[in-house]
């Protein structure tokens, strides 16, 4: 199993950075996807960036050109640098990984426990 530690996250004001991280440990052969999903109060969960083992990213529309996610395979960790903040960014943000475990090609996915980002107007 994958356990995720998400750090970063706060408060800032509109306008303002802030920047995520994601550390991934356990018993794993290989985390295929990693990622960010957000969830504002009263609202689904909802995807903000993922990246795969080979770089390859994804966006959601609404943070294309403002956010930025990376990774560090080596470190087994996920990045998230959000710039330009708008007060819709608000949300309890969670790491999640896709792995596959040590014996046998399932895939499985693990979720940290979401880190709060509040952006005032």
């Known amino acids: 199993q994958v356990r995720l530690v998400e750090s970063g996250g706060g408060s800032v004001q509109a306008g303002g950075s802030l920047a995520l991280s994601c550390v991934a440990s356990?018993?794993?052969?290989?985390?295929?996807?990693m990622g960010w999903y957000r969830q504002a109060t009263g609202k689904q969960r909802e995807l903000v960036a993922t990246?795969?083992?080979?770089?390859?990213?994804n966006y959601a529309d609404s943070v294309k050109g403002r956010f930025t996610v990376s990774r560090d395979n080596a470190k087994n960790t996920v990045y998230l640098q959000m710039n330009s903040l708008k007060a819709e960014d608000t949300a309890a943000y969670y790491c999640?990984?896709?792995?596959?475990?040590?014996?046998?090609?399932?895939?499985?996915?693990?979720w940290g426990q979401g880190t709060q980002v509040t952006v005032s107007s």
């Open positions: 990246i795969t083992s080979d770089g390859s990213t």
């Open positions: 356990g018993s794993f052969r290989l985390i295929s996807s």
């Open positions: 999640n990984a896709d792995y596959i475990i040590v014996y046998g090609m399932s895939i499985k996915s693990s």
